[in-house]
């Protein structure tokens, strides 16, 4: 039922003048949306990853205090 709203609402938006423009732009939009999360995503792990080394090697740095 789901399936068929989504197809008439489809085939209404592409039957009016700008319809395909429309639904042109949306993908488009869709894909740059996906790689600019997906750049943001890998540059929060490198982050995650950087800070995760540097407390690594301040945990294993010996003390100089005594």
Do not use: N
Request: proline residues 2%; charged residues 25%; contains cysteine.
């Amino acid at each position: 039922m789901l399936l068929k709203l989504l197809q008439r609402q489809t085939y209404t938006c592409l039957s009016h003048r700008y319809g395909l423009y429309v639904c042109f732009v949306g993908v488009v939009v869709t894909i740059v949306s996906a790689f600019q999360f997906g750049e943001v995503s890998s540059d929060s792990q490198r982050e995650r990853e950087h800070k995760q080394g540097e407390w690594e090697r301040k945990k294993q740095a010996p003390s100089g205090g005594a």
